[in-house]
């Protein structure tokens, strides 16, 4: 998969639009447009950014991996529930899914933090 189409990828996984994109790196929408189409050419500290905005490697972006996180230290589940490719024994975990775990991980982490709380 190229660079556009990851591109386009992670901007749906995330429900932006190209223009809300555009406006968070600072750039027209046709500028970003023609990134996802492959039409135009990055420069590093757009790469960076980009990398920054979606959370993922610059290997990822790049297309040199297929792992979108940093395989040290800690692995933020938050983060990682917004990978749409996820599956539990082979069946497909859908938006759906992934939007129901992630709350219910929430509530999980929230009762920890104020039975903490609570003990101090």
Known sequence: ???GKRLQLLRKEHGM???DVADKLHIGRSTYAGYELGAREMNYETLKRLSDLYQVTLDYLLGRTEHRFEKQGLTN???LLLNSDLHWDGVHLTKEDLLLIRGLL??????????D???N
């Open 77 to 79: 589940v938050k983060e």
């Open 17 to 19: 639009s190209q223009q």
């Open 106 to 115: 929430e509530e999980i982490v929230l009762q920890r933090l104020n039975k």
């Open 1 to 3: 998969m190229g660079i």
């Open 117 to 119: 709380s609570n003990i």
